[in-house]
């Protein structure tokens, strides 16, 4: 059986392709549905949802489209949750590839300073980096990974330090390969498959953390998020309770979606792998 | 202002259904006071500092006003607009030099020590002048303050200093506070600060951080009969939406400085046994203004501060992010100040093709995007509705093809790049208005002031005839020809404008039916609360 029909056998897999897919989808028509700043005044200010069908999810206290707002918040959520997951994988597993073959030194060094990351909560090192070097799209997806990065970290080396021991190593020794083309070109691609298996973990947790820092008032103020969405619609949640409750909803299927998605990778690989 | 119809539509229609039942009852009920019970309110900050005399803002008087009393208070009907507190009167030397004031008689402190002119002398001499943040500008010519006998103080000023602008502080600046208390040791550094004591009608009874602050009847008050509750608790609640919620649950009486979100109010002006008031803040109004970096070459010149100006749509601010419960402004004076306000000033109606067209003007053309400039636009993060107005401002700016970025900081953060750093280009403030426009509203405008003074002109803009002007009414002590002055001050900001004026606006109290005689003076919120009563 093919992998791919293997993969949508699984109905919560398949729940997962079509809710990522569909958010994908938002993210990419955004600009087409809504052109132009989805943070214009469009109408009158908190109107509820279903009622003027030009302004189908209503409008928030200032008089802005919550749809558009809803759709252009999703290029946000999207553009870093992947940027992040992709910052972290990549400096985890450079620093756990690095750490497991040379081994010895620089071992213990690299691996104490992944300890160190993550005895911090990387929720609070995201906060902390974010009110020191002040918000933006780049420094919120670079305090992310910040706390991200040591997870990718461990579970590279312990690929790594199994691999290192295998023949085609010590053939590439042989032939005299320089060790940091060994590392990256032999061992690293080899140890990738299950560091990227965490990358669905990763990415949902970035949008939520990028959502956290956004309602505490830390992201990008000149780009809509869904968290600060819900931080605005706070002050009125008695009154207007669909301007947290429309972007809430959105937030909790993403990371949904993202999560199905990645669990039905990883058991397609598993079952595929047992039964090799 | 709306706010005030909508209420007032409100008791009028909740008084008449009252009339028709139990008319009587309800009229003899209303007009004696009872006697004890706890007010239980909420409170948005824990200040550190309790000492009005050093730290004069709100946040502190809506705590220490109950327990540290001022010479005089605000008052809607007294004459020059205050009412006697610790001063039964106040006189002003013709030529500006001196200020007698009598004090009242048989004022006990809340330690059982006499109150007498040598506490005044302290807290003038060594706490005003020297340490109190709007002290320092109204009291800096102060030289003495003379006690010939225990119950006067006669103030000395080096240089003639208007007997207006005095009266104008006198409800905000002149705290007294205990000679015998803070004589010992560091004033800053004084326990008393924590723990203040005081004249009042309460006494500090304890803190307990992030929980509550519970003050206590002074049962020595000199006001017969006062006060009338027992105990004052301040139950601290941070979170702007459980304000609502508990006064709702009976779990508080009131919420003062719309510790009630503005849009919340119109559901909770519904629910049976709460009153919305939008009365008794009428002496702390704060103004919404867009702060201006005129060491920007595009904002140096008047025709693009013009340019804004025209692009911002006042009655759309008032109506969205204040919801009504706001005013337009014109100048940097508040409509609702009845000394110094003048209407004739230049106004600036909203007018995006002539915004547009005083850009072109001045030689900022669309470039193919559409965009002229980019400015960094810093909202204050203090309020709700100045962070509200940033986001408007961005889109309102946007619409003449400058091009704003927000960038949102902290409140220390906000302070520090505004104040000190100067790392913006357009910023929201919102600075309070208090009586009179040489304690807090010149400031704004003057050249000179060092870097890092907050809430002052840090924009780098400089006018000789402004800051002459400014001087120049400082010294006048006849109190029409220094108002006149200050009529010429309104216009020629309006005419430059240095920063731009949006809206004014205040606070609302919500409280249980049960809670009497709220609001009966223009700092009510502020004020010391002798004859609050909680009927029923």
């Known amino acids: 059986m093919n992998p791919l029909r293997r993969f949508l056998r699984t109905p919560e897999a398949v729940a997962g392709v079509v809710l990522l897919g569909a958010l994908i989808a938002m993210a990419l028509i955004a600009p087409l549905l809504f052109p132009g700043d989805p943070q214009a005044i469009a109408g009158p200010a908190l109107l509820p949802p279903f009622n003027d069908w030009s302004l189908p ?48 030194l620089v071992d213990e060094v690299l691996m104490r300073i992944t300890d160190a990351f993550q005895t911090v909560p990387s929720f609070l090192l995201a906060l902390a980096f974010v009110s020191v070097v002040g918000p933006s799209l780049g420094v919120v997806v670079a305090a992310i990974a910040l706390g991200t990065w040591t997870g990718p970290a461990r579970i590279a080396r312990a690929e790594v330090l199994s691999i290192r021991e295998r023949d085609y190593v010590a053939s590439a020794r042989a032939i005299g390969m320089h060790p940091l083309e060994i590392a990256f070109r032999e061992v690293l691609p080899n140890a990738l498959p299950p560091v990227l298996a965490m990358s669905s973990v990763i990415v949902a947790a970035a949008i939520l953390t990028e959502a956290a820092l956004s309602f505490l008032g830390l992201g990008d103020p000149n780009r809509v998020t869904w968290g600060g969405m819900i931080a605005e619609g706070r002050a009125v949640l008695r009154t207007a309770p669909f301007l947290s409750i429309v972007p809430g909803i959105a937030l909790v299927l993403t990371v949904l979606g993202v999560y199905l998605t990645g669990e039905g990778i990883v058991e397609t690989t598993a079952v595929r792998r047992g039964l090799s | 202002m709306s706010g005030f119809t909508i209420s007032r539509r409100k008791m009028l229609a909740g008084s008449a259904m009252l009339l028709a039942s139990t008319a009587m009852q309800i009229s003899g009920w209303a007009q004696t006071p009872k006697k004890g019970g706890r007010l239980v309110l909420a409170a948005d900050s824990e200040p550190r500092n309790l000492n009005p005399a050093i730290v004069a803002s709100n946040g502190v008087f809506f705590i220490s006003s109950k327990i540290v009393e001022t010479l005089a208070e605000a008052s809607f009907d007294g004459k020059d607009g205050l009412a006697p507190r610790l001063a039964l009167s106040w006189e002003g030397a013709p030529d500006g030099l001196s200020v007698t004031f009598k004090l009242r008689d048989g004022v006990k402190w809340h330690d059982g020590k006499p109150f007498t002119s040598a506490d005044v002398a302290f807290s003038a001499l060594q706490i005003w002048k020297p340490l109190q943040n709007l002290g320092r500008t109204v009291f800096k010519d102060l030289a ?93 609640l941070p979170d702007r939406t459980s304000a609502a919620s508990a006064l709702e649950a009976e779990e508080i009486q009131l919420a003062a400085f719309s510790a009630v979100p503005l849009a919340d109010l119109d559901r909770i002006s519904k629910v049976p046994g709460l009153k919305v008031i939008s009365k008794g803040y009428e002496g702390l109004t704060y103004q919404l203004v867009v702060e201006i970096n005129h060491r920007r070459k595009e904002l140096a010149d008047v025709k693009v501060r013009q340019a804004i100006a025209h692009a911002i749509d006042k009655d759309f601010v008032v109506k969205t992010v204040f919801l009504g419960y706001a005013a337009t402004a014109t100048g940097p004076v508040p409509k609702n100040d009845p000394q110094f306000y003048t209407a004739d000033v230049p106004t600036y109606p909203f007018d995006v093709a002539k915004a547009n067209a005083l850009l072109d003007e001045a030689g900022y053309k669309k470039g193919p995007d559409g965009k002229r400039f980019t400015l960094k636009l810093l909202p204050a993060p203090y309020f709700n ?69 907050p809430f002052s002109n840090q924009g780098g803009y400089k006018n000789d005839a402004l800051d002459a002007l400014i001087a120049r009414a400082s010294e006048t002590l006849d109190t029409s020809a220094r108002t006149d002055l200050y009529k010429e001050f309104q216009k020629e900001v309006a005419a430059d404008l240095p920063l731009i004026n949006v809206a004014e606006w205040s606070f609302i109290s919500v409280a249980r039916d049960t809670v009497g005689n709220i609001a009966n003076n223009p700092r009510w919120a502020v004020s010391n609360w002798a004859d609050t009563y909680l009927a029923g």
């Open chain 2, 144 to 236: 003495a303050v003379e006690t010939p006998d225990d119950l006067t103080a006669i103030f000395k000023f080096a240089k003639p200093t208007p007997f207006q602008l005095i009266r104008n502080a006198l409800p905000a600046l002149s705290s007294v506070v205990p000679k015998h208390i803070y004589e010992v040791g560091k004033i800053e550094d004084n326990p008393a600060n924590n723990a203040p004591i005081g004249t009042g009608p309460f006494k500090f009874g304890e803190y307990k951080a992030g929980q509550y602050y519970r003050l206590t009847k002074n049962t020595d008050y000199w006001g017969k009969d006062e006060p009338y509750l027992d105990e004052i608790i301040y139950q601290v």
């Open chain 2, 385 to 453: 509705e100045t962070k509200q107005f940033g986001d408007y401002l961005r889109q309102a700016l946007a619409a003449i093809g400058i091009d704003a970025e927000l960038v949102n900081n902290d409140s220390a953060a906000h302070i520090k790049a505004v104040y000190t750093d100067h790392a913006f280009d357009l910023a929201v403030g919102p600075p309070v208005f208090r009586g009179d426009p040489a304690i807090s509203t010149t400031i704004l405008v003057q050249s000179g002031i060092p870097d890092g003074v």
């Open chain 1, 57 to 104: 999810l209503g409008t928030d206290r200032l008089g802005r489209d919550v749809l558009a707002e809803l759709f252009h918040g999703a290029r946000t959520s999207l553009a870093v949750g992947l940027a992040a997951a992709a910052a972290a994988l990549a400096i985890g597993s450079v620093v756990g590839t690095l750490a497991g073959f040379a081994g010895g």
